[in-house]
């Protein structure tokens, strides 16, 4: 079964509106996950590392205000789209180190975001 | 210059040849090197991983690494059409030893 569980898989939301998105660890404890975002036929772009009881680290050019991220717990991070734009419009995929190990990630099955 | 590039594609091969994907790395330093194949609107699962130079097997999927080059390929044998999706390369770079994708490579396999 999954390993990581995001949810929801899919938002249309009105410009203007905020998205929570969550992405959990079912099989181990996490103190770091991963936000990506990816537009269509582009890569994974990292958007921010969720580090469990401290602040999350943001890659350049990523509004931290804008990209709310919360790691209450070893288990929980979530990502909330702060007033939707129409360009924020994307697939958010979170992932995990597997076990620890930065380097292998295990992916949560992604959201798809549409700002209407 | 991008860190990591892959030929965007679309490739296409007929059931049951060899797929050859190919990806060029920037960062010399980069140690560590993966592939992920993505299903249109899933999220990536990693199929291989490679640290040494040469080769390294796993039933029909054969990486290949080539530090001098800084070039990394993957070679799909017996390709099926269940093969078609998006082959991501990525290379572990950089201070904080950051997982570094490119942009893809499309593959159809026609059945």
């Known amino acids: 079964g999954a390993v990581v569980s995001q949810h929801p898989s899919r938002v249309i939301c009105k410009s203007g509106t905020s998205v929570k998105i969550e992405c959990r660890s079912l099989d181990f404890q996490a103190t770091t996950m991963f936000w990506y975002r990816q537009f269509p036929k582009q890569s994974l772009m990292l958007m921010a590392t969720?580090?469990?009881?401290?602040?999350?680290?943001?890659e350049q050019g990523v509004e931290k205000d804008k990209f709310l991220i919360n790691h209450a717990s070893l288990t929980l991070s979530t990502l909330t789209v702060t007033s939707a734009h129409p360009e924020d419009s994307s697939f958010y995929i979170c992932?995990?180190?597997?076990?620890?190990?930065?380097?292998?990630?295990?992916f949560g099955s992604g959201t798809q975001l549409s700002v209407l | 210059q991008k860190e990591v590039e892959q030929n965007s594609g679309p490739l296409s091969v007929p059931e049951g040849a060899i797929a050859s994907l190919n990806c060029t790395y920037s960062?010399?330093?980069?140690?560590?090197f993966f592939w992920y194949r993505q299903y249109s609107g899933k999220s990536p699962e990693l199929i291989m991983f490679?640290?040494?130079?040469g080769d390294k097997e796993d039933g029909r999927f054969t990486a290949q690494l080539n530090k001098a080059s800084q070039y990394v390929s993957l070679l799909i044998r017996d390709s099926q059409p269940s093969d078609s999706a998006t082959y991501l390369c990525a290379a572990v770079s950089g201070s904080a030893r950051q997982l570094t994708f490119g942009s893809g490579t499309q593959l159809t396999v026609l059945p």
């Open positions: 969720s580090n469990e009881g401290s602040k999350a680290t943001y």
């Open positions: 960062d010399r330093g980069s140690q560590s």
């Open positions: 490679i640290y040494s130079n």
């Open positions: 992932s995990l180190p597997d076990r620890g190990d930065n380097e292998k990630l295990l």
